[in-house]
């Protein structure tokens, strides 16, 4: 599977500060997603950064928000802006397929965990 | 939206027992993908299922993606401590959107 590396790997921010986290891939990769997981619950899917074109997010996040770039096949960052003590979560990164190419599994960094005080 | 239900929340085991979890949906998924994630560590895959009625196995866990493709279980046997942990199951769907299961949480005694 492919390694992921996110930096940093926790942070303690004031609010309405802004955070960006980075995700770095030892490969190259089509899709790379961001998923929030907030404090004892499951994953949920932020947005889909894809290489050459906008991010894509799911309902109930906006780019204002969570303003994403993809600028190669291996890099994305998530910046979460204007910070509110809600926005306290793991923020994960993942990537489909993997160094072996088998698509539809998705693998995953060690993730950012946030607190905003 | 899709949502998947995993039971059960939590388990506590005595250490050589076998461990069974479940999920399941209303939707139809074309993959189920089950994950085990430690304190301060992001989900690791675990095994992949792609076909109705598949039963996988890696080492101790063993998988299957259910007939209907609404549902998916995972057994763990003889458990030991280091499979202390939130296991999630996923499954993904025709838009390759990945949703997952609220965990179950695995504590062991030894």
């Known amino acids: 599977s492919a390694v992921i590396s996110q930096k940093p790997s926790r942070d303690i921010c004031q609010r309405g500060t802004s955070l960006t986290i980075q995700c770095q891939v030892d490969?190259?990769?089509?899709?790379m997603f961001w998923y929030r997981q907030q404090p004892g619950q499951s994953l949920t899917l932020i947005a889909t950064?894809?290489?050459?074109?906008?991010?894509?997010?799911e309902s109930g996040f906006v780019i204002d928000k969570f303003p994403i770039s993809r600028p190669n096949l291996t890099f994305s960052t998530l910046t979460v802006s204007n910070m509110s003590p809600e926005d306290s979560s793991i923020y994960l990164c993942?990537?489909?397929?993997?160094?072996?190419?088998?698509?539809?599994?998705?693998?995953f960094g060690p993730g950012t965990r946030l607190t905003v005080t | 939206g899709q949502q998947l239900n995993q039971s059960p929340q939590s388990m506590f085991i005595q250490e050589g027992e076998d461990v069974s979890m479940n999920c399941t949906s209303s939707?139809?998924?074309?993959?189920w993908l089950w994950y085990k994630q430690d304190p301060g560590e992001g989900p690791v895959l675990l095994i992949a299922?792609?076909?109705?009625?598949e039963l996988t196995s890696n080492g101790r866990l063993t998988a299957q993606f259910g007939i209907t493709r609404k549902d998916s279980f995972l057994n763990i046997s003889a458990s030991i401590p280091s499979d202390v942990g939130i296991y999630f199951c996923?499954?993904?769907?025709?838009?390759?959107?990945?949703?997952f299961g609220g965990g179950t949480r695995l504590m062991v005694k030894p």
């Open positions: 996923a499954g993904l769907n025709a838009g390759n959107m990945l949703t």
């Open positions: 993942s990537v489909e397929g993997g160094a072996d190419h088998i698509s539809y599994e998705q693998y």
């Open positions: 950064a894809n290489q050459g074109s906008e991010a894509t997010y």
């Open positions: 939707s139809i998924f074309n993959t």
């Open positions: 299922l792609y076909k109705a009625g």
């Open positions: 490969s190259q990769v089509t899709m």
